[in-house]
């Protein structure tokens, strides 16, 4: 590729970007988010970009035929779901999600490199960053952000969310954006660039920080397991003498911003409130047994299981994609409209087969990414990217978010290109694999 047309392969990175976006309106009176605008200026120019190039390209791939054949199974089972319109409205928007996963991975196969995780990587952490930064300030009551939500400004009371929307999905999404960080600290301390290492950590620390701030129990699962791994991972360079100092340094940068702040930051009734929701999760789970655990959780749990039953009832067809709201009256007055699990949803929504494509996916975009960690030069990049990719698997079993955007439009972009790439017997950065 020329160097004046390098600046193309940006365009993954950048719509990788604008996935945090995908709850904020481009203005309130219009329902349409500042990704999906963002998105289609993006293929727009992908896929002029690959017209002047005229690919090759073959539909011969396993994660393009399992996508394909779950959109065929939601086609044909459709008119047999308890609410056909809805059914092919969401059919349609699948088929959307496919097509922008096949542009998107036809135009890594043409120009995409190995070395170029770090644009990838150094995306992630920014993310990262600008979204955590958005929490903190609006807990610290510098920014509002909470108000671009005019329909959800009101939760942000106790639980913040920043840009992200709701503060649930904005624990996922840093969660997803989380391993990157690590990756990127690693990357530098281990090729001793001391100020890049530290500003990493830095990001670290307010992506966490705006993690626990968010008060989602499932966001305190993802970054405490996450953390263990990392620890238990990067034992040997933590140990270095410029990691120690690194770190000592970050965590004095911190401590003396927060005494200079004062410390009612951290001494507030939120943080309380917060620390209480961490604090109690372990007598709820444990008084679930007996009936006396939190009204939320409690609810949580049953749903789960009417789920569960609707696929018994629905086995076959499901009660058709998208449709689990429109079900669930038969089985009570719940106050939730969904399964708070995406998994649940997709198995009672699709039934028995259509859930298998839909898990097949999953499987296939793991075995990718082992693949290449066992194979490739940059296998720390696929390490970190098969955390996140977990991260995200833990984040659609405690909500329901089939149209997440990192799964769509990243990791399954990525898991179509790595088939192409392994059918060429060419690792991406040019080495001949086995």
């Known amino acids: 590729m020329k160097r ?4 193309i392969i940006l365009l993954f990175p950048a719509s990788v970007f604008f996935m945090m976006f995908d709850f904020l309106s481009v203005h309130p009176d219009v329902s349409v988010s500042i990704y999906r605008t963002a998105q289609i200026v993006i293929l727009c120019m992908l896929v002029i970009f690959l017209i002047n190039r005229n690919p ?3 539909l011969n791939n396993p994660t393009f035929l399992l996508l394909i054949g779950f959109l065929f199974i939601i086609l044909a089972s459709s008119p047999f779901s308890v609410n056909v319109n809805n059914s092919l409205f969401e059919a349609f928007r699948l088929a959307q999600f496919i097509a922008l996963a096949f542009v998107m991975s036809l135009f890594l196969k043409n120009v995409w490199k190995e070395e ?10 920014w993310s990262g960053v600008i979204a ?7 807990h610290l009551a510098i920014t509002n952000f909470s108000s671009l939500y005019i329909d959800r400004a009101w939760l942000a009371e106790i639980r913040q969310f920043g840009i992200l929307g709701e ?6 999404k840093l969660g997803i954006f989380l391993p990157f960080v690590f990756l990127l600290w690693r990357y530098y301390n281990h090729r001793g660039k001391l100020i890049k290492a530290s500003l990493a950590l830095i990001a670290l620390f307010i992506i966490l920080i705006a993690m626990f701030l968010t008060g989602s129990r499932m966001g305190g699962v993802i970054a405490g397991l996450s953390t263990l791994v990392f620890l238990f991972r990067e034992t040997r360079q933590f140990l270095r003498p410029r990691a120690v100092f690194g770190a000592a340094s970050v965590v004095l940068i911190i401590s003396l911003l927060v005494l200079m702040s004062g410390y009612h930051i951290i001494d507030s009734p939120r943080v309380s409130a917060l620390m209480m929701r961490y604090t109690q999760l372990p007598i ?25 039953k609707m696929f018994a009832d629905h086995a076959v067809t499901g009660v058709g994609l998208g449709n689990y709201p429109y079900a669930i009256g038969e089985y009570g007055p719940w106050g939730y409209k969904y399964a ?13 087969i259509g859930f298998i494509f839909f898990l097949g996916l999953f499987v296939r975009i793991g075995r990718n990414i082992y693949h290449y960690y066992q194979r490739s030069s940059y296998s720390d990049f696929y390490f970190y990217l098969g955390m996140s990719f977990i991260n995200l698997m833990i984040m659609l079993f405690f909500l329901s978010d089939f149209g997440n955007k990192y799964f769509w439009g990243f990791f399954v972009v990525l898991s179509i ?18």
């Open 167 to 172: 503060a649930n999905f904005a624990a996922g």
């Open 284 to 308: 709820h789970i444990v008084a679930i047994g007996g009936g006396a655990t939190e009204a939320s959780i409690a609810e949580r749990i049953d749903i789960f299981f009417i789920g569960l």
């Open 116 to 125: 170029y995780w770090i644009y990838l990587s150094t995306t992630m952490l």
């Open 132 to 138: 955590g930064l958005s929490i903190i300030t609006d």
């Open 56 to 58: 090759k390209f073959s």
């Open 4 to 7: 004046r047309h390098r600046w």
């Open 340 to 352: 708070h699990n995406t998994f649940v949803s997709i198995l009672a929504e699709t039934g028995f």
């Open 417 to 434: 290109y790595f088939d192409y790439a392994k059918r060429s017997r060419v690792a991406i950065g040019g080495r001949v694999l086995s």
